[in-house]
């Protein structure tokens, strides 16, 4: 079946460290990939997608190259700022499914 | 303008108890969703509804009961409600295609005592 593999937080990280966090999909055909974000007490914002393979998705900083070969969709980003804390969600969609497909979330702490 | 938003945002409540969660987008989207987010953060999708009619049901107990009036609503109501059932639940929908995304709502923290 579909799925989503993340790596498993918490991640802790000063200020300007370069950031990154795995994540790797199982499905056939070819899914949209999406990167979720979630600060506390708050639902998930869309951080950036990418429909194909070899897109490269952008937003605050932070990308994520949709890799065909290697199944993954791995967030990075050059400088963290403590404002980037908080629960990161990769996920994909499937439109014959009509759902979107969550990994387990990987929880980002940045020290000053 | 909230794009979606429900309510309630807390909802402390008994065990044995039914209480009902809203949910409403005004984004014009034709799929909504329901989603459980446990204490770990974990996500599981537990409704999808396309135009009003139910896609997805991810063997959710039958206490819970969605139930989408129209395109823009998809309410859920869950009878007899057990300490597990505590978590925060969350409603999106998005727009069948692609380039889909969903957006979300804030969540409903439900706790049962």
């Known amino acids: 079946g579909n799925s989503v593999t993340q790596m498993e937080g918490p991640v802790t990280l000063s200020e300007e460290a370069f950031l990154t966090i795995n994540c790797t999909y199982t499905a056939t055909g070819y899914p949209s990939l999406f990167w979720y974000v979630q600060y506390p007490g708050e639902g998930l914002q869309l951080l950036l997608k990418a429909t194909k393979a070899d897109d490269k998705g952008s937003n605050k900083g932070f990308e994520a190259t949709y890799r065909k070969e290697t199944t993954s969709f791995h967030l990075e980003k050059g400088s963290v700022q403590v404002s980037d804390s908080a629960v990161y969600f990769c996920?994909?969609?499937?439109?014959?499914?009509?759902?979107?497909?969550f990994g387990s979330g990987t929880r980002l702490s940045i020290r000053p | 303008d909230t794009a979606v938003s429900q309510t309630p945002k807390y909802l402390v409540t008994q065990m044995g108890n039914d209480k009902s969660i809203k949910c409403e987008q005004n984004l014009g989207h034709d799929t909504m969703y329901w989603y459980k987010q446990d204490s770990k953060k974990f996500l599981k999708i537990m409704f999808s509804y396309n135009n009003k009619e139910l896609i997805i049901n991810e063997t959710v107990p039958n206490r819970f009961s969605p139930k989408s009036p129209d395109k823009a609503h998809l309410n859920l109501h869950i009878n007899s409600l057990e300490l597990g059932d505590s978590a925060v639940y969350f409603c999106?929908?998005?727009?069948?295609?692609?380039?889909?995304?969903?957006?979300f709502g804030q969540g409903t923290r439900l706790t049962v005592v």
């Open positions: 996920a994909l969609y499937y439109s014959s499914a009509s759902k979107i497909i």
């Open positions: 999106a929908s998005s727009q069948e295609g692609r380039n889909t995304e969903a957006f």
